[in-house]
């Protein structure tokens, strides 16, 4: 059993959620075509089937291990590092000045969608690279960029993000590390980083790390943290790699999944790094790149849930029971179906964010970027906190359709329901997202942001029933009346914000879940109008079933949340030491 | 970080979810009364907090191993059989006859719960051996009984059951181990079993396993399957154990979790073994103790469930993050908040069962033990289903209180999560639950045992109704609006099963879902009702407020469920190929 990307249905969402062809009219965007994507979805699924997934499950058995000259990575995974460099597939969203292809976000999320599910794992290399290179290409110096960038771009060398720290995980500002000024220029940082993903590994020449840290005149909390580079290899004049630079990894954590992935405790002593942007201004550095962090973890949801989802399916057309196979029961089928529809409308969600992200920064007009920023910042913590809670239950289901095979060890689903249940954690804890949602997103525009895309929602609503027959019609009902439920659990959440804080924050999760779940019916049906003219085309087919199965087994609750938000909260805020225990 | 029963709830499920004290009124229970209850409770809960619940984690570690003289289980575990077999705490339940105290099963449910809160891989083996005893009180010969029962109620000897095949898991009928006659009356048993929970160790003097296993003119098919009993050692006609019998564990599996519970494969090779019951009825027999098996699967899932809630507790109180301990952030709150309502929702529909096994075995009335059955076999796969699904959110929720520690194999949250997720797979997948409940539980009797459940719940709402004042009012509300909506869901699966087969399946697993809510939001209530005039006293008041939070959260989304029972399926039977990735 190994991943094959669903390349018809990346795309189906790609042009329909994610409107990839109006990106192509950006001047951004001047060389990116369809011709182009399809080329490119081709290619990355050749080599996410034939090069990576056939990784997933020996490197899981591997692991990594920690030695006197650092972190072995599972040797098998050496060939997809070169894969990725020697395709040049690190490049495809970076900007041109340093290699990069600056292809549309949605693309390059769908080429990350498919690392996940070949070796979710494998792929938090990628994944962090991609972060440092966001970071470094927002916020350090000219100077600096031309030290690291080309390297990472063309995936010679990897990036870690050091943020967390034993006593300062959600709460960055916390942290402790120190920087000290050279004389050259340059900083010497002390300090210990838990949880540093992909923080040493002897695959690549070089690990860039991105490190917080504090300068000695730094105020106290989050004001007063500063970003800095630091290269596991000090880097001469002229580019070549010289001696270890004084950091390393003295720890590795043993986790429940992704043990591919070595997650480092890393020490820092005086290790020589670079300022990146202002003193004390790390923290927003850090934000700016967190959009985009915390979409890419919404992805690595989507890819993992789509593995679970071929998984079941292969298991159930082979396992018979009571002379019958597994794929012909309804009880199994609407396991299968379930992951099916919520991978999809989780891949709808955060190519739509893509699309949102790359019209704020590129589109011709100024109050076409506000809006889609708007857009973006508000799906930003929707794509990542329903798409990783839905892969979660995802998972979950593709376990429960093996049976007893699902709790072996040695089954892929298994190893998947450990890999993926990290990810409603590590960037941003889904309660902080929620958190996020119901404050900077909603309170912060007093809803408007969230008013524009209901009135989205209740077009695309109309737009079905008007198309006049089934399921469109039945779609239609459902999404309007979740539509309503949404508007009605946000003008609560208005009005909570307003009163009383802490029942806002009590209901924030059940807000999300609402939010998401309207989100992913709009995005399907969308797609489902633009296909149907086009029905007997099998992809057509599937999207347009799924937007209905969509419809009829997750809007159809929205209104019945609306309570579970609004006056759950109620009682957990009257009641709050008693039912949480602390009576 | 260490499990203690919450003795106080317990104590109030017992009472006010299991009306325990109409137990006491019936002959068979002659003998207790809740003096005694509340001894066994506090003698059980210091045996699951002194003895067992520090071996959680060590156990979890070791694990078990497989050398030449057979299982080593975990060392640390030792102690826990030594006291299962000191205390007498085999004998809770069983029949006078061979050293048995029988006690009311919901008194003896809440010991198993507090064993599978303190090491659930620990707990399996008593609850095997439970399960033994039960299959030979009920089918085995006077002789055989003598033969057995006495060590194994004593606690000297563990039970198994071997029943799996490879290509026989939930099809038992498929199985193919064969049972050749002996000329002393004997039988010799040769095949091979897997997933046989503690089929072997070495901290007891014996193993009975409980096979089944086909007679050489045995018909094909589940109907051609016998019931046999054979032991690890020979046991003398004086009761002393002589050498080995010829079966053994050859293999141990590897899982997700419940590490320090040796999963056997078995090989039987002409293993001497005595009938139990009748040639060819084997299934039959194990059929009768199916419903006890299951329902100690629930309990599995409540004992779980308390300790991820006290694991969250823990952690939370001392876990301090923007100058704020998690305990006082309401998004942690809700999330305790929930694990602890369901827990409590899954205790009181586990005793509730319980207590109607009791009064179906043992009322003085034919009329009542008859309604009595019924209400146990309807709230069986509920109890099984319900309790363990909720356990597994319960264990996720729990990691997800702990934040990045969470994923951490360190942290017994992490151990739980893995643990738990066994428990909607065996004895009977969660979708094999929920189509008994709808077929050979609802379809059966026309639904007749859950239109007396439902009277039983619109009695409750209305009383809940008249008392007046909040929280009940709203309480009342909810509970009634849950009760129309599952009479409603039940309507519509009666026709579904009459019209076409599919769709009622297409639905059943949702059906489950909110015949458990329903079922856990009226035991809620009742207990407490049944307590709000001493709402001064804590657990009191902390079962009032429990409900009502279940009523608001969960209670509320009934309605709102009817769809994705009715509508859901009916979409998913009209595509199902497309919907569930055949076509």
Redesign the interface.
Known sequence: MSYSAPIKLMRAMLQHAADIETLSNLDAFAEFDTDLMDAVLDEAGKLARDIVAPTNQPAHEFGARLGDEGVTAAPMLKAGFEALRDGGWMSLSAQPEFGGQQLPRPLSLAFMEMLNGANTAFALAPILTLGAIDALQAHASDDLKQRFLPKMISGEWSGAMAL?EPQA???V??LKTRAAPNDDGSYAITGQK??ITWGDHDHLDNVIHLVLARLPDAPQGSKGISLFAASKYHIEDDGTLAGRNSFKCIGL?????IHASPTCVMEYDRARAHLIGEPHKGLAAMFTMMNAARLHIGVQGVGVSEAA??SA?AY??ERR??NTLL?D?????????RI??TTLASRAICYATGFAADMAEYAADADTRKAAKQREDLLTPIAKAWSTDRS?EAC?LA??VH??M?????TLA?QL??DI??T???EG???IQ??DLIGRKLASDKGAGMAALLDDVRKTAERARTYGHA?FT?IAA?LSAAADALSDATDWMLAAQRSDT??A??G??AYLKLAGDVAGGYFLTRAALAMAADEAD?TS??VI??A??FA???L?????????IS???????E??D??????
């Open positions: 967390t995980g959600s709460d500002g916390a838990i949880y954590e043993k986790k429940l999944g989802a071929q399916i159930a057309a029971q009571f794929q029961m309804p009880d199994i089928q609407r396991m299968i179906a099916r529809a979660v979950s376990v429960q049976g007893g699902g709790f072996m060890s040695e298994c329901y450990q249940r990290i409603p954690i590590y804890t889904n309660g929620a958190l399921p039945r459902r802490a029942r924050q009590a924030a999760t099998p087919g599937e079933a799924t209905a199965f009829e087994d997750i159809s609750t929205a209104p019945g949340q609306l309570a579970s006056c759950a909260a109620d009682i957990l805020t009641n709050a008693i039912l949480s225990g602390k009576a």
